[in-house]
């Protein structure tokens, strides 16, 4: 049974990698952040994080740090500004539905509540691609090389039982440096050159 679980976790997060590839322009090397989603709308991604990718048999949200990867996706300057926007707005629809539900903002429900808030989101016309877009945001992190600050310790690739492709990424040749260099329009002859 978790064998097949994992093979099919392992193809969802393929499938959603490869439709969403350009998201992995969000990959950034940096320690710190500061993050652009409000307190709120921060809960609401965490603990919808922890719904759809709950921590009892794999690594969970934080160890892969998916929070973080969030942000950098939605901070990323060649990423869709309608693929952004319809995230945020995600938040603000999630939290107006909480105002409404529970004449409260999203961070001051318990538990159960919020439980029922992301039963309501699921079930609305913008909800389920919303939540499937932050499932794929959570199948980045735990696939994307920690050089990235994302899949801490290598936790998904563990989970998953997974070896990257090589070579892997470094502080010389990282995604936003390749994308610096081909602005440059140099070609590229030789892994070396990366």
Not at 56 to 77: Q, R, S, V
Request: proline share 6%; with cysteine.
């Amino acid at each position: 049974m978790i064998r097949s679980r994992r093979n099919f976790i392992k193809g969802l997060c393929a499938t959603g990698i490869l439709i969403q590839t350009p998201m992995f322009t969000a990959c950034k090397n940096e320690q710190t952040y500061t993050p652009i989603l409000s307190f709120n709308h921060q809960e609401i991604a965490k603990s919808f994080f922890g719904i759809l990718f709950p921590d009892k048999l794999a690594p969970g949200y934080e160890k892969i740090n998916a929070l973080f990867h969030l942000n950098a996706a939605l901070t990323d300057p060649l990423a869709d500004p309608d693929e952004i926007e319809y995230l945020k707005n995600g938040f603000k629809w999630t939290n107006e539905t909480a105002q409404e539900t529970y004449k409260k903002d999203f961070f001051q429900l318990n538990t159960d509540r919020r439980m029922h808030i992301y039963n309501n989101v699921w079930q609305t016309s913008w909800g389920e691609s919303w939540l499937s877009r932050l499932l794929t945001i959570i199948f980045e992190a735990l696939l994307i090389d920690p050089i990235y600050k994302v899949n801490l310790n290598e936790a998904g690739w563990k989970w998953l039982h997974h070896l990257p492709g090589l070579p892997r990424p470094n502080e010389h040749i990282i995604y936003p440096l390749i994308l610096e260099r081909k602005k440059e329009s140099k070609p590229i002859t030789h892994i070396n050159q990366l």
